[in-house]
């Protein structure tokens, strides 16, 4: 065992890069007693005993990842599995999952991390007087629990979301208070669904009631939030223009650093640089191939992957990276905006997303839209997977995570904004208990989504009465 200790603020600097470290043996409490040696520069926001201090228990990160357009629920439907495979489902409280639906399928490897729900509502995603709108506010109002103010102009009005709401109040304790990713580009303004502006179905994240959050599409400007150095333009600029790693520019701090670690802190640091140069690759990779075909009048930025399964890896794995140096504590990802008509090539499926929501129990669509939420879902459970892979202390990542999947329509065709298709991954640090089947949480009817991220909230430290349109904690949790 090393006797250096590290505090958990501990950066690697070089020209134009900060590189935050994933946890270290020698950042535990009691696992060493030599102070970090000058060479080493701390974050300011935390010193080093309070950093410690921190890691006696790990903080937990949470996630929101939005998927658009719904789903097919007859395919998707958790009672529906249950009562399938024989097991009657409870009117309301947490049963063992005992059976995944057609949807939730590639989720079986990781199914003991899962709480499915059923029984949430989005109603100020529904019209209440609003006419028409559905997809605009079904993202709007998805994080926030507002009705959004029906506008294509400039006088949006909507409220703070969950994910900022928790910035706020924890975000100081990391070097980027949350991050924004999407896997579509898509406008900012203008009239993008029945008169509601595009602000509305483009962003989920919002810091006020009229600021929303831009998301990173390209996954290099991702990568250099997470780990270039704003203080030093200059030097990014130098670095980029050389296409070099950004291990390369943080080599002399690393290999100091190295000479004094254990045998398992240098392990888990080489495969920990591993993995960075790994995305760095394939991120260079993807500009290398060219852009992809953006939509009609919008210019996608350099890098974005010309696929979109090659894309949302690729912003998942950059998610779990943000985890895992603790760079960020809080994250939303946007999958696509909501009303999206992107096409999925890649699985056979030529036709637009939105366009195939709309089936009209059309079979042939039917299918396909139930192979795009499969697609999604797949998505996911790789990134659980690999949450679950990642060691955090005495666990992994997943294990002090929150990751909630899901959107603000219920079924496409129908355009319901109840018995919402929401999962929940992790244990929250141990607050959310697991059963070997996973937890079929059962709510009562018109139960507020906001509900839910109460219960979120409070495992995130973030003490608040309420949110949105919420009217207490959820009582399954």
Known sequence: MSSLHLSRRTVLRGLGATMAL?????????????????????????????????????????????????????AWNPLAAATKAGHAAPASGVAPLHALSPTLEPLEGVRRHLNVFTGLTLDK???????????ARSSASFLTGHQARKTAGNDIRIGISVDQLAA?????????????????????SGNCDSGYSCAYTSNISWRAEDVPVPKLIDPADAFERLFGDPASAAAQAQRLSRRQSILDFVRQDAARLNQRLGQADRHKLDQFHTSVREIERRIQAAADSGPARPPEGVKPPDGVPSGIRQHADLMFDLLLLAFQTDSTRVATLM???????RAFPEIGIK????????????????????????????RFARF?????????????????AMILYGGGISDGNRHNHEDLPILLAGSAGGTLPTLPTGRLVVSPKETPLCNLYLSMLDRMNCR??????????????
Do not use: K
Request: aromatic letters at 4%.
């Open 125 to 135: 995603a529904r019209a209440n007087g609003d006419g028409p709108g559905d997809h």
């Open 351 to 378: 036709e637009g997303h939105h366009h195939l929501s709309h089936h009209q129990n059309n079979q042939a669509m039917i299918e396909a839209i139930r192979a795009i939420d499969r697609f999604y879902v797949e």
């Open 384 to 400: 659980v997977q690999r949450l679950a892979e990642t060691p955090d202390g005495s666990g992994s990542l997943l294990d002090n």
């Open 464 to 477: 608040v009465d309420a949110f949105g349109d919420s009217t207490g904690r959820l009582a399954a949790l």
């Open 168 to 188: 706020r109040q924890i975000g100081s304790s990391t070097r980027l208070p949350s991050l924004e990713l999407g896997c579509e580009q898509s406008p900012s």
């Open 335 to 341: 999958l696509a905006s909501d009303g999206s008509n």
């Open 22 to 74: 994933p946890l270290l043996e020698c950042m535990l409490p009691g696992q060493g007693s030599r102070a970090l040696a000058s060479a080493f520069a701390a974050e300011p926001a935390a010193s080093a005993s309070a950093a410690a201090g921190a890691l006696a228990t790990p903080p937990v990160r949470t996630a929101f990842i939005f998927v658009p357009n719904g789903v097919n629920y007859d």
